[in-house]
């Protein structure tokens, strides 16, 4: 299991944190995360077999958002 951070531009309330939340979560290969509109960011457990990185970022733009990878 790995973590990823993911910074997430485009959020405007705690409700798109929310969102954004759902679209991670239905994802195969995410165990856990939890998503925050203050910090805009995103911090994701997830199982690197299932998902990748960018498979993470491609769930949070599907809303809307943009999704920025550490570097
Ligand atoms: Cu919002």
Do not use: N
């Not at 910074?7 to 856990?32: F, S």
């Not at 733009?61 to 999704?67: D, N, P, S, V």
């Amino acid at each position: 299991m790995k973590t990823l951070v993911v910074t997430i531009e485009g959020m405007h309330c705690d409700g798109c944190a929310e969102t954004i939340k759902a679209l991670l979560d239905v994802e195969a290969g995410v165990k856990a995360s939890s998503v925050s509109f203050k910090d805009g960011s995103a911090r994701v457990l997830y199982d690197p077999a299932a998902i990748d990185e960018p498979g993470i970022a491609a769930a949070i733009e599907r809303g809307g958002y943009k999704a920025k990878l550490p570097a």
